[in-house]
C-alpha cells in the first residue's frame, strides 16, 4: 500500500540557518503530495501541494520537488524564522480521497 | 473563508462513558475525516464519509463508529471510552485533493 517516511525529528535550528525535512514515498501510479504545518495549539494547514511530477510547490519561503525518481519530496528553507517552529507533515494521495501522512518532524528554531 | 469546526477543544469523560465528538464545515465539502493523532505515531485515519449517511472504515476504527446525517456535520463517537482512546482528534474536509482541518479535541479518558 501507499506509504509515507519523512525525517524524525526533532530539529533544532538557528535563525536564518537553512532547513531541509527529507520525505519519501511508495506509491502505486502517480499520486499527489503534500505538505502540511501545526502550529502550536492548532490542527493542520496546507503549506503547499505537487501533483505531478518535477512541479514545485511553494509557500510562505518554503519549497518542495515532487522527484519521481527517486520518489521524494523533500522540504526546504533558505531561512528560517522563530514563527517557523511548527510541525510538519508530508502526506501523498493516492486514487482515493484519503491521505496518507508521514509521522510528522518537529521544528524548533532559536532565535 | 474556510471553516472547519469542533464541539470542544478540550475535553475529559470516564471509562466507559459514550462520548461525542462534533464537527462542521461551512463549504458544502462531499468529503470529511477523522484523525487520531499520537505522538510519534502521526495522523492515523478513523473513519471518513464521501456523502450523508455514507462512511468507509479507516485504518483504526476499532471501539469508534461515526454518523453523518446532515453534509456539514460529521460526527465521531466512541461507543464506551477506554484510557486508550485518549488521543487528539482532528476533523478534517475536502475539496479538489485539498483537506481542511479543525483546531482538533484533545480528549482525556481517566
Known amino acids: 500500500g501507499n506509504s509515507v517516511t519523512q525525517m524524525e525529528g526533532p530539529v533544532t535550528l538557528s535563525e536564518e540557518a537553512f532547513l531541509t525535512i527529507n520525505c519519501t514515498y511508495t506509491a502505486t501510479g502517480y499520486p499527489s503530495l503534500f505538505w502540511y504545518v501545526q502550529y502550536p495549539g492548532e490542527g493542520l494547514q496546507l503549506l503547499l501541494k505537487a501533483t505531478k511530477a518535477d512541479d514545485k510547490g511553494s509557500n510562505k519561503g518554503f519549497e518542495a520537488t515532487y522527484r519521481k525518481e527517486t520518489t521524494s519530496f523533500h522540504l526546504e528553507k533558505g531561512s528560517v524564522q522563530v514563527s517557523d517552529s511548527a510541525v510538519y507533515f508530508c502526506?501523498?494521495?493516492?486514487?482515493?480521497?484519503?491521505?496518507?501522512f508521514g509521522k510528522g518532524t518537529k521544528l524548533t528554531v532559536n532565535p | 473563508d474556510v471553516k472547519v469546526t469542533q464541539s470542544s477543544r478540550y475535553l475529559v469523560k470516564r471509562t466507559g462513558e459514550k462520548v461525542f465528538l462534533e464537527c462542521v464545515q461551512d463549504?458544502?465539502?462531499?468529503?470529511m475525516f477523522w484523525y487520531r493523532q499520537d505522538p510519534g505515531l502521526g495522523l492515523r485515519l478513523i473513519y471518513f464519509s464521501y456523502d450523508v449517511k455514507m462512511k468507509e472504515k479507516g485504518d483504526i476504527p476499532e471501539g469508534y463508529s461515526v454518523s453523518r446525517e446532515k453534509k456539514e456535520r460529521f460526527s465521531l463517537i466512541l461507543e464506551s471510552a477506554s484510557t486508550n482512546q485518549t488521543s487528539m482528534y482532528l476533523c478534517?474536509?475536502?475539496?479538489?485533493?485539498?483537506?481542511?482541518f479543525g483546531p482538533g479535541t484533545r480528549l482525556t479518558v481517566t
Open positions: 463549504m458544502d465539502h462531499e468529503n
Open positions: 478534517a474536509s475536502s475539496f479538489a485533493s485539498e483537506q481542511y
Open positions: 502526506a501523498l494521495k493516492g486514487g482515493s480521497e484519503k491521505l496518507v
